[in-house]
């Protein structure tokens, strides 16, 4: 079989899209789509969305590469590449967000510091019943931290490690959470975009591979509603001109330790909780995850080791030390959550944000924090209409499209509960 390209973007729903292109595209390179599909929604409806074009023709847009973000895939004889979008006058397409992603980048350079981003993925493993309806994959000895064939009598995690290793993507764990058949991904630190291409091209493998092997691997925020939900946890820091990591005010960590940009990281990132919801949490799915004391950032408050907070603070030190924003799940673009949680904390640092106290409560009785998020999608997206700065940095028609199509999709999943809710998601997710 002779070697072929597999270019892809992630669209505004966090689906990942792309043709099969032949070996003679592998280099630096380019090729078209439908910039409507900007306005297509899970259900397949078109929707005349802000920056689609549905009614002007459906025209098209052109995704770019370089030949040096050409990787090898687990596809056999397949290379594979993600690009970044632009209109076919070569201007940056701004509903991309992966661009979203490079601008934060560069807004963050301008201040002379560099994001260096880590980012843990949580996921079930379904597989169809007699029915063909999806149920949770039998592991009848997984417990939290569990590993071996009692979590995973299948081993598909197994074929996920090795082949993640072959490839090159930078694992540092793979474990079983509490309600299993959960399973966390955590991929090491790394520069921004390279790290979020990592996510997305790793989490496309993921599933392909459990695909293999029977499984629907979802990333959706809640698949089973008697279980946990599934996190997208956004763990960051910054190289300074120095290399150094900015966020470091010594070799121990913790909130005793943070310096000024910490706090001011922290306080954009509250004073944006509500709007950002609207952004990294964007299903109705997700409102059944933020929730009072679920350990995923429904509370508009920070703290130290302590994971009923939103904002962690690590307590490792020196090059270790970083923020932990715990709100995201992955039915969000990885690319744009990453965008949106480096934008707030920017906007706290250059607004000079009060910083409220820290967290003293326990988090499932009682706690401190006077705001949370939105109790469901509705409200997050009202929300995020309101905070025109969060939107103004992130990119103004990106989120105009998203806010669009988000409150179509208010009115197609409100009738929906239980797996109608979930079978609305769980095959893009």
């Known amino acids: 079989m002779n070697t072929r390209l597999r270019a892809l973007f992630c669209d505004h729903l966090s689906i990942m899209r792309g043709k099969y292109l032949p070996g003679s595209k592998i280099g630096d390179g380019s090729t078209r789509f439908c910039r409507s599909n900007f306005g297509v929604h899970y259900d397949k409806d078109l929707l005349d969305a802000p920056g689609a074009m549905m009614m002007q023709g459906l025209p098209d847009m052109e995704l770019h590469w370089e030949g040096e973000m050409i990787r090898d895939s687990w596809d056999r004889a397949t290379k594979i590449v993600v ?96 309600d299993t058949p959960q399973f966390e991904y955590t991929l090491t630190f790394d520069d921004a975009v390279r790290a979020v291409d990592d996510i997305v091209l790793f ?48 070799p121990v960590g913790g909130p005793e330790n943070i ?24 299903t109705a799915n997700s409102y059944q995850r933020l929730q009072p004391g679920s350990l995923s950032g429904f509370l508009c408050n920070w703290g130290g080791d302590h994971r009923n907070v939103t904002t962690r603070i690590s307590s490792e030190g020196g090059a270790k030390a970083r923020l932990e924003h715990r709100m995201a799940d992955a039915s969000s673009n990885p690319y ?82 239980g797996d109608q809710l979930r079978d609305f998601y769980v095959w893009f997710v």
């Open 83 to 178: 690009g970044d979008l632009y209109d076919t006058e070569g201007n940056p397409l701004e509903m991309c967000g992966r661009g979203a992603l490079k601008r934060a980048v560069a807004d963050w350079q301008a201040h002379g510091l560099t994001p260096k981003v880590g980012i843990e993925l949580e996921a079930f493993a379904l597989v169809p019943d007699e029915n063909n309806r999806l149920v949770p994959y039998d592991t009848p000895g997984g417990h939290v931290y569990g590993t071996g064939p009692f979590s995973d009598p299948l081993r598909f995690n197994d074929a996920i490690w090795e082949k993640a290793d072959e490839l090159g993507f930078k694992l540092d764990l793979i474990t079983s959470e509490y």
């Open 203 to 250: 989490r496309l493998m993921a599933r392909e591979i459990a695909l293999e092997h029977g499984i629907v691997l979802s990333f959706m925020p809640k698949p089973i509603a008697e279980a946990g939900g599934s996190g997208m946890h956004i763990n960051f820091s910054f190289l300074d001109g120095d290399g150094g990591n900015a966020l470091s005010a010594g």
């Open 259 to 282: 310096n000024d940009l910490s706090r001011g990281c922290i306080a954009g990132m509250m004073h944006h909780h509500r709007g950002l919801a609207g952004l990294i949490a964007p």
């Open 336 to 417: 744009v959550a990453v965008a949106a949680v480096l934008q707030a904390a920017r906007l706290g640092v250059e607004s000079g944000y009060a910083l409220p106290a820290m967290e003293t409560g326990d988090g499932f009785e009682k706690w401190d924090a006077k705001e949370t998020t939105a109790i469901d999608l509705k409200g997050a997206v009202a929300d995020l209409k309101a905070d025109t700065p969060l939107q103004a940095a992130v990119g103004q028609l990106l989120c105009e499209n998203h806010i669009f199509m988000k409150e179509k999709e208010v009115k197609k999943t409100r009738d929906l509960e």
